[in-house]
């Protein structure tokens, strides 16, 4: 399963957009792109999926370069809900085992 | 909208005790898991499973940790002698299968093994 690497942390404020990169050099043909969010004693929940350019949903955007060794999820317009970590992972969108990071632990300030 | 639920939400035992642990997954899904997360650690994978048999298992899950699906609605762990380390919030997730697995978690529980 392909490594991933993304910073341990970010500050933002409310009303900014927050985009939170992630690295997976070794990411395979097969192999999707997927964020979670996490808030503190809760479980993790699914924000976005792709594979490749862009994909964009009610909640985010998810930037893939054509090389696919990183990724970016954007956060447009954070409000103060928005604080959690946001685990980057890579894999077979197929596989029931998901392979958690340390994530990023966002903190939106007022 | 639909959501994973699970009870309790706080279970405290004695070490050497047996738990179970329960949840409820999303009517129509047919996977499966089982997660945990020791605080201030990673999430990690411990079982899934589907048409009533593990699919897959962690190192963690060991002969000390059973899963079953008793009856249409219920997921259960149960782990048959606790120890210290098994403290940790577990979380239950399901999905409707597909060619998107994507997984629903459900809110956890905090396990605390005195």
């Known amino acids: 399963l392909a490594k991933t690497t993304q910073p341990i942390s970010m500050d933002s404020y409310e009303g900014q957009e927050v985009n939170i990169t992630c690295s997976h050099n070794?990411?395979?043909?097969?192999?999707?792109i997927t964020w979670y969010q996490q808030f503190p004693s809760q479980g993790p929940r699914f924000i976005i999926q792709g594979y490749k350019t862009k994909v964009t949903n009610e909640v985010a955007s998810l930037f893939i370069p054509a090389d696919r060794k990183s990724s970016t999820l954007s956060l447009p317009r954070v409000s103060l809900s928005d604080t959690a970590v946001y685990y980057c992972l890579v894999g077979d969108r197929q596989g029931d085992k998901l392979i958690f990071g340390t994530g990023t632990r966002l903190q939106v300030f007022p | 909208e639909p959501e994973v639920t699970q009870t309790p939400s706080h279970q405290v035992t004695q070490m050497g005790q047996e738990v179970i642990l329960r949840c409820v997954p999303i009517s129509n899904h047919l996977y499966f898991y089982w997660y945990r997360q020791i605080l201030g650690q990673k999430v990690e994978f411990l079982v899934s499973f589907y048409n009533n048999e593990i699919s897959e298992k962690s190192e963690i899950f060991d002969d000390q940790f059973s899963v079953e699906r008793p009856d249409g609605s219920n997921f259960t762990l149960k782990i048959r002698s606790t120890k210290l380390e098994d403290s940790a919030m577990y979380f239950c997730a399901s999905s409707v299968g597909g060619a998107i697995r994507i997984k629903f978690f459900g809110p956890g529980t905090r396990l605390t093994v005195l």
């Open positions: 070794n990411i395979a043909t097969n192999d999707y």
